[in-house]
């Protein structure tokens, strides 16, 4: 029989022999650094927020306060676990058909997500708050059982998030119902039907007062847990991950795209890409959603006031398509990238059918928000300036950032807030594809005005324009040479 130690030792292999091992070492300092910076955030609001409390409040308790907000805590918390955290899960289909316990696998998966760094975070506060309490002479025992309701509270939000997610994954609109609980709670208590919040606060009191209490939070726990377990087991099986869904095909005239010649391959393999899955499919109707995007701006008078906004505005409403899609270059393509590149094909054709789509949609969402200029003339300046600067220049950075991908990307899965496939690569290629035009922008604002803000982002792509050519072979090479690290990446599951 398998003993836990064996998964261990699989899942060490299965870590180091994977590509997210392979990620640059630069990568890798980031996310450390990142989770060093929000560990150092919690401690420090763990040991100020006594004292904190303790002069804004001086009449009250602390702790009083503290378990007064938790409810408000445990909905932020359970809203962000379910758009952040999924179910760590291991190769389970080879043990399958060897002699391991079901329930022993399943066991292992659910203990592993007890060890999400989400887990961990809230901990940095709870202990330090913790021994706040006692060394203002709150009592020993009664802080310890508290410190342990919280730590019981935090895994229970854990195996409550798989619960909501197991409900609603094979839908489209899989967030609705994590909206609706969340939403649905708060208004409950926002307008008094129901005072949560209050009951909550009086519940973890009561732990704290009455250690007793305690057994009522770990029977939840192993609720939530045995629940789990059993949705889990119940998809344990090999047949489950072979039944495929059978849908009808739409097929689209695309004999336009032929006026692109040697492009028109790859563009019409990427329109239908995008068509025919759900996945891919949320990057064009996120073009709606960036195109509405100004409304939350420029009805505003206090924003009419700051227009070295505008630019920032215009890069996302004229370059929606390009960041939602680009972003997974090539990892789309990962399902057939092994086939594709044993093709006799030009990987610069490959690659300027990308710019190539990417490039019309930021002239197409540019002239849909022509309207905009009924808020004034300036913006429709900036829209024309953050055109030229998509094109020109976020067109080839998001280009050269897929030559880093390495996660495949299941076109079958749910398209909504679905984070399957997404690496610190499209984290961090927000930083030159948003920030730097938004401190370009603003930058030459401060100095000079909003004209020669809107210039110098225009000139910067008309230069990213004539360079093209250029650009587009030093991005090809970088993908030559990661051409056959990304076909092992893509082929593996992990």
Known sequence: MMKISHFLNLEWKQFFRSSHWQKSVALNILLIL????FMASFLVMGVALYPILKEQFPDQNPLIIVNGVLFYWWLAELMIRFFFQKLPVMSVKPLLTLPVKRSKVVNYVLGKSTLSFINFLPLFAVIPFGVMLIINDYPLVSVLVWILAMIIMTLIMNFLNFIIESFSSESELAFLPIIVIVGGLFALNYFDIVSLSKFTGNAITAVYNQPIY?????LILAGVYLFNF??????LYLDSSLKSKVAEVNVADL??????GDLAPFMQLDLKLIWRNKRSKSSAFLMIIGLLYGLAFYPNPTYQEMPWIFGFVGIFVTGIFMISFGQFIPAWDSAYYKLLMSQNIKYEQYLKSKFTLMAMSVIILFVLSIPYVYFGWKILLAHFAAALYNIGINTH?????GAFNRKKIDLSQRAAFNYQGTGAVQWLIGIPLMLLPLAI??????ISNFETGCAVLAILGIIGILFHQKLMRFITEKYLESKYKMISA?????
């Open 441 to 446: 922008f603003g930058g030459v604002y401060a």
């Open 34 to 37: 990142l989770a060093l910076y």
């Open 230 to 235: 059993k949705i889990l087991k119940q998809k």
């Open 397 to 401: 950075v998001v280009l050269f950032g």
């Open 255 to 260: 004999g336009w795209t032929k006026r692109f």
């Open 490 to 494: 893509f082929g593996q599951d992990s």
């Open 214 to 218: 305690l057994i009522i939070l770990v």
